[in-house]
T-cell receptor
Framework: NAGVTQTPKFQVLKTGQSMTLQCAQDMNHEYMSWYRQDPGMGLRLIHY???????DQGEVPNGYNVSRSTTEDFPLRLLSAAPSQTSVYFC?????????????FGSGTRLTVV | GQQVMQIPQYQHVQEGEDFTTYCNSS?????IQWYKQRPGGHPVFLIQ?????EVKKQKRLTFQFGEAKKNSSLHITATQTTDVGTYFCAVPPMNYGGSQGNLIFGKGTKLSVKP
Protein backbone atom coordinates (compact mmCIF):
# COMPACT_ATOMS: atom_id res chain seq x y z
CA ASN A 1 0.00 0.00 0.00
CA ALA A 2 1.20 3.51 -0.81
CA GLY A 3 -0.59 5.11 2.17
CA VAL A 4 -1.06 8.86 1.74
CA THR A 5 0.58 10.35 -1.34
CA GLN A 6 1.13 14.09 -1.67
CA THR A 7 2.29 15.88 -4.77
CA PRO A 8 4.30 17.92 -5.43
CA LYS A 9 6.94 17.61 -2.71
CA PHE A 10 8.29 21.10 -3.35
CA GLN A 11 6.75 24.13 -5.03
CA VAL A 12 7.66 27.77 -5.52
CA LEU A 13 4.86 30.16 -6.45
CA LYS A 14 4.71 33.81 -7.23
CA THR A 15 2.33 35.99 -5.28
CA GLY A 16 -1.11 35.84 -6.86
CA GLN A 17 -0.66 32.50 -8.57
CA SER A 18 -3.03 29.64 -7.90
CA MET A 19 -2.26 25.97 -7.58
CA THR A 20 -3.62 22.69 -6.29
CA LEU A 21 -1.85 20.44 -3.82
CA GLN A 22 -2.78 16.85 -4.48
CA CYS A 23 -3.51 14.24 -1.83
CA ALA A 24 -4.52 10.64 -2.42
CA GLN A 25 -4.91 7.70 -0.07
CA ASP A 26 -5.46 4.04 -0.86
CA MET A 27 -6.58 2.83 2.57
CA ASN A 28 -10.30 3.54 2.11
CA HIS A 29 -10.18 6.03 4.98
CA GLU A 30 -13.26 8.16 5.51
CA TYR A 31 -11.48 11.01 7.26
CA MET A 32 -9.05 13.28 5.47
CA SER A 33 -7.53 16.56 6.63
CA TRP A 34 -5.12 19.24 5.54
CA TYR A 35 -2.71 20.82 8.02
CA ARG A 36 -0.09 23.48 7.65
CA GLN A 37 3.02 23.50 9.79
CA ASP A 38 4.96 26.65 10.57
CA PRO A 39 7.90 26.98 12.99
CA GLY A 40 6.67 27.27 16.56
CA MET A 41 3.02 26.94 15.54
CA GLY A 42 2.60 23.21 15.48
CA LEU A 43 0.08 21.73 13.07
CA ARG A 44 -2.90 23.90 12.25
CA LEU A 45 -5.98 22.47 10.60
CA ILE A 46 -7.00 24.08 7.31
CA HIS A 47 -9.91 21.95 6.08
CA TYR A 48 -11.14 18.47 6.75
CA UNK A 49 -13.58 15.93 5.38
CA UNK A 50 -15.45 13.11 7.10
CA UNK A 51 -16.46 11.46 3.84
CA UNK A 52 -16.92 11.93 0.13
CA UNK A 53 -18.97 15.05 -0.57
CA UNK A 54 -18.54 16.43 2.97
CA UNK A 55 -16.00 19.10 3.87
CA ASP A 56 -15.66 21.65 6.63
CA GLN A 57 -13.36 24.44 7.71
CA GLY A 58 -10.63 24.12 10.27
CA GLU A 59 -8.72 26.75 12.21
CA VAL A 60 -7.07 28.55 9.26
CA PRO A 61 -9.25 28.10 6.14
CA ASN A 62 -8.89 31.54 4.53
CA GLY A 63 -7.26 31.45 1.11
CA TYR A 64 -7.84 27.72 0.63
CA ASN A 65 -10.56 25.62 -0.96
CA VAL A 66 -11.14 21.89 -0.84
CA SER A 67 -13.46 19.35 -2.37
CA ARG A 68 -13.95 15.62 -1.80
CA SER A 69 -15.53 14.02 -4.82
CA THR A 70 -14.10 10.58 -4.09
CA THR A 71 -13.01 8.73 -0.95
CA GLU A 72 -9.45 8.56 -2.23
CA ASP A 73 -8.71 12.17 -3.19
CA PHE A 74 -8.72 15.42 -1.22
CA PRO A 75 -7.05 18.24 -3.16
CA LEU A 76 -6.24 21.60 -1.57
CA ARG A 77 -6.51 24.67 -3.76
CA LEU A 78 -4.68 27.91 -3.13
CA LEU A 79 -6.77 30.58 -4.78
CA SER A 80 -4.28 33.46 -4.92
CA ALA A 81 -1.01 32.64 -3.24
CA ALA A 82 0.39 35.03 -0.64
CA PRO A 83 3.78 34.99 1.15
CA SER A 84 1.92 34.17 4.39
CA GLN A 85 1.03 30.82 2.84
CA THR A 86 4.67 29.80 2.74
CA SER A 87 4.60 26.65 4.84
CA VAL A 88 4.81 22.88 4.90
CA TYR A 89 1.46 21.30 4.09
CA PHE A 90 0.50 17.87 5.31
CA CYS A 91 -2.43 15.77 4.22
CA UNK A 92 -3.62 13.08 6.60
CA UNK A 93 -6.24 10.37 6.60
CA UNK A 94 -7.83 8.13 9.18
CA UNK A 95 -10.31 5.37 9.60
CA UNK A 96 -13.49 6.66 11.21
CA UNK A 97 -13.86 3.93 13.79
CA UNK A 98 -13.24 4.19 17.51
CA UNK A 99 -10.60 1.54 17.74
CA UNK A 100 -7.70 3.87 18.41
CA UNK A 101 -6.79 4.49 14.80
CA UNK A 102 -4.55 7.46 14.36
CA UNK A 103 -3.95 9.64 11.38
CA UNK A 104 -1.62 8.55 8.59
CA PHE A 105 0.24 11.53 7.22
CA GLY A 106 1.67 12.13 3.79
CA SER A 107 5.28 13.21 3.42
CA GLY A 108 4.30 16.85 2.94
CA THR A 109 4.53 19.63 0.37
CA ARG A 110 7.01 22.41 1.04
CA LEU A 111 5.54 25.57 -0.49
CA THR A 112 7.34 28.86 -0.89
CA VAL A 113 5.49 31.94 -2.10
CA VAL A 114 7.70 34.77 -3.34
CA GLY B 1 -11.70 27.26 20.03
CA GLN B 2 -10.32 24.08 21.52
CA GLN B 3 -6.71 24.40 22.60
CA VAL B 4 -4.22 22.15 24.22
CA MET B 5 -1.09 23.38 25.94
CA GLN B 6 2.02 21.30 25.56
CA ILE B 7 5.09 21.78 27.73
CA PRO B 8 7.97 22.16 27.53
CA GLN B 9 8.43 23.62 24.06
CA TYR B 10 12.01 22.37 23.91
CA GLN B 11 13.99 19.80 25.86
CA HIS B 12 17.68 19.06 25.56
CA VAL B 13 18.91 15.91 27.28
CA GLN B 14 22.05 13.86 27.50
CA GLU B 15 21.71 10.40 26.01
CA GLY B 16 20.53 8.05 28.73
CA GLU B 17 18.54 10.68 30.62
CA ASP B 18 14.78 10.51 30.91
CA PHE B 19 12.38 12.84 29.12
CA THR B 20 8.78 13.83 29.79
CA THR B 21 6.37 16.01 27.85
CA TYR B 22 2.97 17.11 29.11
CA CYS B 23 -0.27 17.97 27.38
CA ASN B 24 -2.93 19.96 29.23
CA SER B 25 -6.51 20.85 28.35
CA SER B 26 -9.00 23.13 30.09
CA UNK B 27 -11.82 20.79 29.15
CA UNK B 28 -12.40 17.10 29.65
CA UNK B 29 -11.14 15.07 26.73
CA UNK B 30 -12.79 12.03 25.22
CA UNK B 31 -9.40 10.72 24.14
CA ILE B 32 -5.92 11.89 23.28
CA GLN B 33 -3.43 10.80 20.67
CA TRP B 34 0.35 11.14 20.54
CA TYR B 35 2.52 11.58 17.45
CA LYS B 36 6.25 11.77 16.74
CA GLN B 37 7.80 13.79 13.95
CA ARG B 38 11.44 13.24 13.07
CA PRO B 39 13.39 16.24 11.72
CA GLY B 40 12.39 16.82 8.12
CA GLY B 41 9.74 14.12 8.32
CA HIS B 42 6.03 13.82 8.82
CA PRO B 43 4.08 13.07 12.01
CA VAL B 44 3.72 9.39 12.84
CA PHE B 45 0.95 8.08 15.08
CA LEU B 46 2.18 6.53 18.32
CA ILE B 47 -0.84 5.77 20.48
CA GLN B 48 -4.35 6.71 21.58
CA UNK B 49 -5.51 6.90 25.20
CA UNK B 50 -9.19 6.72 26.05
CA UNK B 51 -9.78 5.69 29.65
CA UNK B 52 -9.34 7.78 32.77
CA UNK B 53 -5.98 7.01 34.40
CA GLU B 54 -4.93 4.80 31.51
CA VAL B 55 -1.25 3.91 31.22
CA LYS B 56 0.21 2.33 28.11
CA LYS B 57 3.79 1.36 27.35
CA GLN B 58 5.71 0.95 24.14
CA LYS B 59 9.22 -0.25 24.98
CA ARG B 60 10.87 2.79 26.63
CA LEU B 61 7.84 5.05 26.08
CA THR B 62 5.14 5.36 28.75
CA PHE B 63 1.91 7.20 28.02
CA GLN B 64 -0.51 8.28 30.72
CA PHE B 65 -3.99 9.81 30.65
CA GLY B 66 -4.97 11.82 33.72
CA GLU B 67 -7.71 10.73 36.08
CA ALA B 68 -9.80 13.77 35.13
CA LYS B 69 -9.02 13.24 31.42
CA LYS B 70 -7.71 16.78 31.14
CA ASN B 71 -4.03 16.02 30.82
CA SER B 72 -1.64 13.46 29.49
CA SER B 73 2.06 12.74 29.56
CA LEU B 74 4.63 10.93 27.48
CA HIS B 75 7.71 9.69 29.31
CA ILE B 76 10.80 8.27 27.63
CA THR B 77 13.18 6.27 29.79
CA ALA B 78 16.91 6.38 28.99
CA THR B 79 16.71 8.44 25.83
CA GLN B 80 18.59 7.43 22.72
CA THR B 81 19.60 9.49 19.70
CA THR B 82 16.83 7.77 17.78
CA ASP B 83 14.32 9.53 20.04
CA VAL B 84 15.18 12.92 18.54
CA GLY B 85 12.18 14.70 17.09
CA THR B 86 9.07 16.62 18.02
CA TYR B 87 6.33 14.96 20.03
CA PHE B 88 2.76 16.16 19.56
CA CYS B 89 -0.43 15.45 21.41
CA ALA B 90 -3.71 15.69 19.49
CA VAL B 91 -7.29 15.86 20.71
CA PRO B 92 -10.80 15.87 19.23
CA PRO B 93 -12.68 19.19 19.32
CA MET B 94 -14.90 20.23 22.22
CA ASN B 95 -18.04 19.29 20.32
CA TYR B 96 -16.78 15.80 19.75
CA GLY B 97 -19.70 13.64 18.83
CA GLY B 98 -17.97 10.55 17.63
CA SER B 99 -16.12 12.13 14.73
CA GLN B 100 -12.41 12.66 14.92
CA GLY B 101 -12.21 14.21 11.51
CA ASN B 102 -10.70 17.41 12.84
CA LEU B 103 -8.03 16.64 15.39
CA ILE B 104 -6.47 19.61 17.15
CA PHE B 105 -2.72 19.36 17.67
CA GLY B 106 -0.62 20.83 20.44
CA LYS B 107 2.42 22.85 19.43
CA GLY B 108 4.74 20.00 20.27
CA THR B 109 7.84 19.40 22.37
CA LYS B 110 11.07 19.31 20.43
CA LEU B 111 13.52 16.82 21.90
CA SER B 112 17.22 16.90 21.20
CA VAL B 113 19.56 14.23 22.53
CA LYS B 114 23.27 14.80 22.99
CA PRO B 115 25.31 11.61 22.49
Amino acid sequence: NAGVTQTPKFQVLKTGQSMTLQCAQDMNHEYMSWYRQDPGMGLRLIHYSVGAGITDQGEVPNGYNVSRSTTEDFPLRLLSAAPSQTSVYFCASSYSGTGGYGYTFGSGTRLTVV
Amino acid sequence: GQQVMQIPQYQHVQEGEDFTTYCNSSTTLSNIQWYKQRPGGHPVFLIQLVKSGEVKKQKRLTFQFGEAKKNSSLHITATQTTDVGTYFCAVPPMNYGGSQGNLIFGKGTKLSVKP
